[in-house]
């Protein structure tokens, strides 16, 4: 507004849509569309191949800093930008097959936590996820997703309330319980909670685990080096991590290259429970489809998955059950199939039943 305000002619849009739910996109395309007609030059920079179908005139393609091609939305395809994106074919639809849940593993009773600013940000939120399904938690950033994940592993104390994993509770425990009690958390702000940017990726891939055999032995608890150099190795080489070597400081890598990593350790261990955050924020489609399809080898492994993402596709194409959360508080839950339509309602507060 601020922007348009000052009759500007040329409008820079950086993943404008990142807060807003479907019907406002919708909204804000076609005010893009009444300032094109009325001359306004616009840049419009997004991952999200529907967008650049829906309202682009001409899409020019970046990879590794460079143009790799310009094409138009009547001769490009989803496939094929995704294709030049990453240099291969990429598989945009997740493979999965019909969840079965089985033992609940993940118990949020009556939460309630507040924010940094003392205020109410999560009120009486309740819901299980079992054994085998991914809970998908959707919502307009800002409702309260955010300081429910830091409450449930240990980063944000919550004021009443219980959250239990695989019947242990924890007690406004720190994020150490909830490792010891079989969880693993992708968090939503990998450069805070999820590395030590200084550290090598030796030691970032062990953050989790070393304090346990091989990495530390003997009573004194002397690290072993050369264990956690090739544990390293292995899940560079697992996780297709671009990196000169496992010695390289983890904040040198680029955004996607530091999530593959905090998600190869948090896969690296014997898992309950999966709590991810936004797991493919910043990253490029060709790692979303890898970090999509671990995702689901964990739930058919058994493990349980709490997903919160803004991305109301990656929520439609990963969860087996839906939650909708708006002003802190469950609003609705569907089932797999749910439309982007309904959804979007629930997002805004209104219930289309």
Do not use: W
């Amino acid at each position: 507004m601020k922007a348009l305000y000052r009759n500007a002619q040329v409008l820079v849009l950086d993943e404008p849509t990142a807060v807003l739910t479907p019907l406002e996109v919708t909204h804000l395309f076609e005010t893009l569309r009444l300032l094109v007609a009325q001359g306004v030059s616009i840049i419009f920079i997004t991952h999200k191949l529907k967008e650049v179908q829906a309202v682009a005139d001409r899409i020019t393609v970046l990879r590794q800093g460079k143009v790799v091609g310009t094409t138009t939305p009547h001769e490009a395809t989803e496939a094929s930008l995704a294709a030049m994106m990453v240099g291969r074919t990429v598989l945009l639809q997740v493979d999965k097959t019909t969840a079965e849940p089985k033992q609940i593993v993940l118990d949020v009773s009556e939460l309630t936590v507040m924010n940094d600013r003392k205020g109410e940000a999560v009120h009486q939120v309740s819901f299980t996820v079992r054994a085998g399904e991914i809970l998908g938690i959707a919502g307009v950033e800002g409702n309260g997703q955010t300081e429910l994940i830091e409450a449930i592993t240990g980063l944000r104390e919550h004021v009443s309330g219980r959250v239990s994993v695989d019947g242990v509770e924890l007690r406004n425990a720190d994020a150490h319980a909830l490792i010891e009690a079989g969880g693993a958390h992708i968090p939503e702000n990998r450069q805070r909670y999820g590395m030590v940017a200084a550290y090598p990726l030796t030691c970032n891939l062990v953050l989790s685990t070393i304090e346990r055999a091989p990495f530390t032995q003997g009573v004194i608890g002397t690290l072993n080096e050369a264990a956690i150099a090739e544990h390293a190795r292995n899940l560079i080489h697992e996780f297709d991590v671009r990196t000169p070597d496992e010695k390289t400081a983890m904040g040198s890598l680029s955004g996607g290259n530091q999530q593959k990593t905090v998600v190869a350790r948090e896969f690296s261990r014997p898992i309950k429970l999966l709590i991810a955050a936004q797991p493919t924020r910043g990253v490029d489609v060709g790692s979303i489809e890898f970090i999509h399809k671990r995702i689901v080898a964990q739930r058919d492994a058994g493990v349980a998955v709490l997903l919160v993402s803004a991305e109301l596709d990656e929520i439609l194409s990963l969860s087996d059950r839906i939650l909708v959360m708006f002003k802190g508080q469950i609003v609705g839950e569907r089932e797999a199939g749910v439309t982007r339509e309904d959804l979007g309602l629930l997002m805004m507060g209104k219930d289309s039943r």
